[in-house]
């Protein structure tokens, strides 16, 4: 998301759409391995399954604290020069792939909703269905409105109650994962 907010400021919506597009299609290989990885894994012996749950709890309150202790500047700068239609979208799809919260939250998130007795493929459509619209959306909200967060959010004050937000909204996800 802070990508698309920094390409929306200084590259406009209609260029960000490209890095949206990898990104999505980066998203589509996270869920879809996740949840062939979560079959395997429901398969085998439940402490397995609940081992793996439980670590990726861990990470998620790692997350959180990263969050609530973080600095929230926001860079002025943004982002400069020309990027091409697919250096954008190649940019997209690695930061989806490379980024562990994304992994931690589909491992911790998808097997309250995958059902052992069910076929994989079908589960797995309904959740991209469920991501990639909830994704567009949120990558739009935040390439949509990038100029007018950047002035609201400059000074970085409420930048830092944002983060303390996230944190605490992980912090109940990863309560739930441990209940």
């Known amino acids: 998301m802070t990508l698309a907010f920094s390409l929306g400021l200084s590259l406009g919506y ?3 759409l490209w890095m949206m597009a990898g990104e999505m299609t980066g998203v589509v290989v996270v869920v879809s391995t996740t949840v062939f990885l979560l079959g395997w894994l429901l398969r085998l012996d439940p402490i397995w399954f609940n081992g793996l749950a ?3 709890a861990v990470y998620l309150l790692w997350i959180a604290r ?3 202790i973080a600095d929230p500047q926001l860079s002025s700068e943004g982002v400069r020069g020309s990027l091409k239609p697919m250096s954008l979208a190649a940019l ?3 930061t989806a792939i490379m980024n562990p919260k994304g992994w931690a939250f589909m491992i911790a998130l998808l097997p309250g909703f995958m059902d052992a007795e069910r076929a994989l493929l079908p589960q ?3 959740f991209l269905s469920v991501m990639l619209t909830t994704e567009f959306l949120s990558l739009s909200l935040y390439a949509g409105g990038g100029r007018w967060l950047r002035r609201a ?3 970085g004050a409420p930048m830092g109650v944002l983060n303390k937000i996230a944190a605490v909204l992980m912090i109940g996800v990863s309560v739930l994962v441990f209940v």
């Open 14 to 16: 209609r260029k960000t």
């Open 54 to 56: 439980m670590v990726g």
């Open 66 to 68: 990263q969050l609530w």
């Open 92 to 94: 997209g799809f690695t």
């Open 124 to 126: 797995l459509l309904v």
């Open 153 to 155: 959010l400059g000074e």
